[in-house]
């Protein structure tokens, strides 16, 4: 019986371990899509505050 709620308390601990780690990598993926958007806004802007050279006609990915 001892054994018994031992593998039981054991396959629980597994469980809720594999859950968090699921949860941990869900949001590093989130974090990483998000940082990908903040990356790309920040070139874009970057690009587009130099005045001096008319970027939008040569970089087409700057009009999406």
Partial sequence: M???NKQRQRNRHIRDA????RQHADELKREGIARRKRSRVQKVSEVLENRQIDYGK???WLRR
């Fill in 58 to 60: 040569h970089m087409m």
């Fill in 18 to 21: 594999t859950d968090i780690n």
């Fill in 2 to 4: 001892n054994e018994v």
